[in-house]
């Protein structure tokens, strides 16, 4: 999220955007990742248990991570705008569930939508915080196609490092003490 930890608001959903998906496209996405023949060959995709081509699962997340981040930057870009600095997102340490729930077929219009559900500070990195976040997708019938459970790192605006730690990471400069810290040989 580029907004600083202290600003993120719990269960805040962000409309991330709509895609179209065309049997060209799903059908080119399986070829170059998911070349399953239910993504990729319209008439034996017919007698598959989806009874039709469908979208690969990672084609669905792709484009919604493609959204998530595009969303990130017009969020920045907002911001900014309004004369406020945004704030640092971090990397994400993992996915802690994912679901994909209905096939996704041509001519099917996915929206995308992120929920930040929780977040705490960091216990392992000074100054961060870490959200969970759901993403969700659901078609133009409205059925919920995809689902996941994320998380993130976003920084702190307000965070003063305590005296204890600037202190260790100090002495950890020092020439001498980084000698005697050095692994020894033999």
């Known amino acids: 999220m580029t907004r600083w930890f202290e600003d993120i608001t719990i269960d805040e959903a962000f409309p991330l955007g709509s895609h179209a998906f065309t049997e060209a496209e799903i059908i080119r996405f ?44 017009a969020e920045e870009e907002r911001l900014r705008g309004l004369g406020q600095e945004p704030g640092v ?7 802690n569930k994912m679901e994909f729930r209905a096939p996704v077929r041509p001519g099917d219009t996915v929206s995308y939508t992120l929920t930040v559900t929780g977040k705490r500070p960091s216990n392992s990195i000074p100054g961060w915080g870490i959200l969970f976040n759901t993403i969700e997708a659901a078609n133009q019938r409205g059925e919920l196609v995809y689902h996941a459970e994320l998380v993130g790192f976003s920084k702190l605006r307000d965070y003063e490092m305590p005296l204890r730690l600037r202190l260790l990471m100090a002495l950890t400069r020092l020439p001498v003490l980084g000698k005697l810290l050095a692994p020894r040989n033999g």
């Open 30 to 73: 399986g070829q170059l990742y998911d070349p399953q023949y239910f993504h990729v060959d319209p008439e034996a995709a017919r007698h598959s248990h989806f009874g039709g081509l469908v979208a690969s699962g990672w084609h669905t997340v792709t484009v919604g991570h493609r959204y998530m981040v595009d969303a990130l930057f």
């Open 89 to 95: 997102s971090g990397p994400s340490p993992g996915v």
